[in-house]
């Protein structure tokens, strides 16, 4: 047997055919309806989407064109002149369609016994209440409200009053700290925040309202400050005429209050939600109210094969797209039942999803891989404890997912039967690009398989360089670019159409930042961001971001941020930093550094190693090669590429020996190259002492 038909059996190992139970009641079953339907979508994309958002939506009022494009712009305008309202597609219509005492939403609380459950009238109860509440604070149609929040009820239910209304809510993760905050509420120009006391996180519980009061020193545009009583954090610090709790406004609404909802245009914006730019600065991504709801209700619908009766549990903190997509809009526009979890999977054991897939009888679990990878490592034998045979389809989010934890997933969890839906998508997206149907496609495990209905997805080269399609040419690597307009694609980035024009600024068309590659069968391998963004743990940070807050610092003179691989996290931060003239490398600058990041960004973009260097790789003109800086904090030393370019080649060896120190955990050792080498590390003082003498 030649080698290639080995790899190719391998390969074909590999796959795994979807299941027969469940399959003649999809809705979409098998291969043949899955492709014709993806080859009507392309044929005739108007038709198509018509069809999708008359089925799904709710409109006071329909459209006049499907799609009013202009490419040259690059501005694609879905449901022209339609109307309608999420909060009414997301609640209202459910109450009179039979769903009334479904429950709508259920709340497991990080203690066991916290658990909240609303039906849709109760959901609609408070969502009117809400909405009053809101505009006796003077939230307009237009208005911004941002939600610094945990992971609480009122978080949704802040999220559907907004919709209601028609004021666009903006949602700031609650792990992010004072610079990330600030700058998206800065941006944004809120009128009103809505925060809570403090976040329960994993036993402990960390303030939220006291990190808001300094940032709002500096956000003159936000008149009041809604707090929810929820962690019991003492001596919260209220500001008279600013701030006001949550239960004290509620309470003044009677619960039979109706709010009507605003009759919204389909392109006015539903919410903005910054991710990491390409740049320092955070991009608002602004989505629309009917193309986006069109694009979550359907993808919804597809790809976890949602019906009524399912217990459906999307992990993803709703702070993020995916929490906004298909832990809210998706399964709420649909009728469905989905669940959310304050707390964190290891806590106070490792067992804790699966104590909530049996305790809800959850039928569809969507989470991230580094989620996956980490309880993993724990062992089989926390999952074994419970019946989870309620489940039928699995979901994976937020950074490619490796085969291992894929065929763990699948296994372990999915007794080895249950299929994985791979979503690959973005904020910008509104919605899952790539992805299996469960009960359509042949799976792959670690590939997130084909482009999903009217998403024509095709890699291609440099255009710079060759400006040729690759796409369906041999098994080339490329970027991943999205060729056809579809209606989750976002609106626009707020206060920032060059940074808009820039996603189609090299194709001219929507181009991802991602790489992907193509394999003989069709299927679609994301090999990760081709731009700047690192993914760390599913979280997406830009380094030029965290390089902004080194640079700030005084001894510091220059500051390089690049990707590592993890085991658990997926990528992790590597920092090189050149410190000015004459500054010694201290752990304490070392320390100050890290401070600065949990500080301005957020724990979250902790690096995991901060090297310090004499010089960085620079080229003749003096630009920072970051691709070998990644390469050697990715302890690849022998593939560094063409060092002759560089200005200063050697400075590649004076790097790679203080990494091998840095990562040895004896920074200490990773002094100037040609310093004479420490037989052992000596301690910092000493070391000092000897270089006065
Ligand atoms: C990555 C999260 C591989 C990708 C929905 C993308 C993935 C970035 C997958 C967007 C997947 C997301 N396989 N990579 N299934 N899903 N990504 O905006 O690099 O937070 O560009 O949206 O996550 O992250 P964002």
């Not at 709710?58 to 879905?78: G, I, N, S, T």
């Not at 003492?234 to 709010?259: G, Y």
């Not at 003989?520 to 940070?541: A, C, K, P, Q, T």
Request: charged content about 25%.
């Amino acid at each position: 047997m030649t080698q290639e038909r080995i790899t190719t059996l391998l390969t074909e190992n590999r796959s795994y055919l979807p299941p027969e139970h469940g399959k003649s009641s999809a809705w979409i079953s098998g291969t043949e309806e899955a492709r014709a339907i993806c080859q009507r979508a392309l044929e005739d994309p108007d038709d198509f989407w018509a069809a999708r958002a008359t089925q799904l939506i709710h409109w006071y009022k329909r459209w006049d064109k499907v799609l009013e494009a202009d490419d040259a712009k690059h501005k694609y305008r879905w449901f022209t002149n339609a109307k309608l309202n999420a909060s009414y597609n997301c609640i209202d219509r459910h109450i009179i369609s039979g769903r009334r005492n479904k429950a709508a939403l259920i709340w497991q609380g990080e203690k066991e016994m916290d658990v909240r459950c609303f039906t849709y009238q109760m959901l609609y109860t408070e969502v009117c209440r809400v909405a009053h509440a809101l505009t006796s604070l003077h939230v307009k149609k237009g208005d911004r409200v941002a939600l610094y929040m945990p992971m609480i009820p009122e978080l949704v239910i802040s999220m559907l009053a907004c919709a209601r209304i028609g004021a666009i809510h903006t949602a700031i993760f609650s792990g992010y700290a004072e610079g990330g905050v600030r700058s998206r509420i800065q941006d944004s120009k809120a009128k009103v925040v809505i925060t809570a006391d403090g976040v329960r996180r994993a036993g402990s519980i960390k303030p939220l309202k006291a990190n808001l009061d300094p940032i709002l020193e500096k956000c003159p545009s936000v008149a009041y400050v809604l707090v929810v009583q929820h962690a019991g954090v003492e001596n919260v610090t209220m500001v008279k005429n600013r701030d006001i709790w949550w239960h004290d406004l509620v309470e003044d609404f009677t619960l039979d209050v109706d709010f009507p909802c605003a009759s919204m245009d389909a392109n006015d914006p539903l919410f903005l939600l910054h991710t990491s730019g390409s740049t320092g600065k955070p991009a608002g991504i602004l989505h629309s109210t009917g193309g986006y709801l069109t694009y979550a209700a359907h993808t919804s619908q597809w790809i976890f094969d949602m019906r009524d009766d399912d217990v459906y549990w999307c992990t993803a903190d709703m702070g993020w797209i995916t929490g906004h997509t298909y832990g809210v809009y998706g399964p709420l526009s649909l009728g469905a039942t989905t669940l959310m979890f304050e707390g964190v999977p290891t806590y106070p054991k490792p067992d804790r999803y699966w104590r909530i897939v049996e305790k809800f009888r959850v039928n569809i679990l969507y989470t991230a891989p580094t989620v996956i990878r980490s309880l993993m490592r724990m062992g089989d034998d926390w999952p074994e404890r419970y019946d989870l045979r309620t489940l039928r389809v699995l979901g994976s989010v937020g950074e490619p997912i490796n085969p291992e934890a894929w065929e763990w997933f699948h296994n372990v969890i999915g007794a080895g039967e249950l299929p994985i839906v791979d979503t690959w998508w973005q904020t910008e997206a509104g919605g899952a690009m790539i992805s299996p149907f469960p009960y359509a496609s042949k799976l792959k495990p670690g590939s997130a398989s084909f482009p999903l209905p009217g998403i024509d997805a095709v890699v291609m080269g440099d255009a710079k360089k060759d400006g040729e399609d690759v796409s369906h040419e041999n098994t080339k690597a490329g970027h991943l670019v999205i060729r056809k307009p579809w209606p989750g694609l976002m609106l626009g980035v707020y206060n920032d159409e060059e940074k808009y024009q820039s996603y189609f600024k090299r194709f001219g068309y929507f181009d991802s930042g991602d790489g992907a590659e193509i394999d003989e069968d069709g299927y679609f391998w994301i090999l990760g961001r081709m731009d700047d963004n690192i993914n760390v743990s599913g979280h997406r940070l830009s380094t030029a971001e965290i390089e902004a807050v080194l640079s700030k610092n005084q001894y510091v003179s220059e500051a390089a941020v690049v990707s590592m691989p993890h085991e658990i996290k997926g990528e992790a931060i590597y920092v090189y930093v050149v410190l000015k003239d004459g500054v010694e490398w201290t752990d304490d600058i070392r320390k100050a550094l890290k401070d600065a990041i949990r500080k301005n960004i957020g724990a979250l973009a902790s690096p995991e190693y901060i090297q310090f260097v004499d010089n960085m790789p620079k080229t003749q003109s003096g630009k920072i090669i970051r691709r070998m800086l990644r390469k050697i904090a990715g302890n690849v030393y022998d593939d560094i590429g063409d060092t002759t370019t560089l200005a200063k080649p050697e400075v590649i060896d004076e790097i790679i020996h203080g990494h091998k120190n840095v990562i040895e955990g004896k920074p200490e050792m990773a002094k100037r190259y040609d310093e004479p080498e420490q037989e052992e590390a000596k301690p910092e003082a000493e070391a000092k002492e000897e270089k006065k003498a």
